[in-house]
């Protein structure tokens, strides 16, 4: 295969459910490698990743689209008289 999806997850669980995810992970056929990381503290900064993905939303985005002028209306033509 010459595609793959990477996922993040963020979260805070008690040990039960980690060791529940972990044991999911292991044996689930689609997920080819995982990494859990614990932490003493909550991570709330954006990742660099995504700081860079919403950059070139603002200015790529639907919302930089919506903001460019809209092209000019062509003129109208009278129907031919037969």
Known sequence: ?????????N???????????????KFNDAVLRHLI????EAQIAPSPMM???KAKNLTHGPAAVAEA?????APATAPAAA
């Open 51 to 53: 700081k860079e993905e």
């Open 37 to 40: 990381i614990t932490t003493d």
């Open 69 to 73: 002028p809209a092209p000019a209306a």
């Open 11 to 25: 979260i805070e669980i008690d040990n039960e459910t980690l060791a529940e995810l972990e044991h999911a992970f």
């Open 1 to 9: 295969m010459f595609k793959a999806h990477y996922v993040c997850m």
